[in-house]
Nanobody, 122 residues
Framework: QLQASGGGVVQAGGSLRLSCAAS????????MGWFRQAPGKEREFVAA????????YNEDFVKGRFTISRDNAKNTVYLQANSLKPEDTAVYYC?????????????????WGQGTLVTVSS
């Protein structure tokens, strides 16, 4: 029901726009989040957006480089990732939470997409 896309191979300093399209149900009533998992590492929170559009980010590494947004008319959430670094290489997952507000904890989310691979070369 959640289909992530937009991943690929990009050089360090480049940008990607990840998309997460929902089908089968309307996710306009859900907070949405992005997580990522690098090889050999645990899944970590990237960003989340509430129903009102308020955002939270993992400031340990985002530091203004990523922007999460949503288009409820298209049932889609986006992650604009700029100034990418090799350490951003990971599978990026989108998730939906049946709540007004996003969360940084993966256990709070009810639905998950299959992930899209982002590879940043140095």
């Amino acid at each position: 029901q959640l289909q992530a896309s937009g991943g690929g191979v990009v050089q360090a300093g480049g940008s990607l726009r990840l998309s997460c399209a929902a089908s089968g149900r309307t996710f306009s009533g859900y907070a949405m989040g992005w997580f990522r998992q690098a090889p050999g590492k645990e899944r970590e929170f990237v960003a989340a957006i509430s129903l009102s559009g308020g955002n939270i980010y993992n400031e340990d590494f985002v530091k203004g480089r990523f922007t999460i947004s949503r288009d409820n008319a298209k049932n889609t959430v986006y992650l604009q990732a700029n100034s990418l670094k090799p350490e951003d290489t990971a599978v990026y997952y989108c998730a939906a939470r049946a709540s007004t507000y996003g969360s940084s904890w993966y256990g709070d989310y009810d639905y998950w997409g299959q992930g899209t691979l982002v590879t940043v070369s140095s």
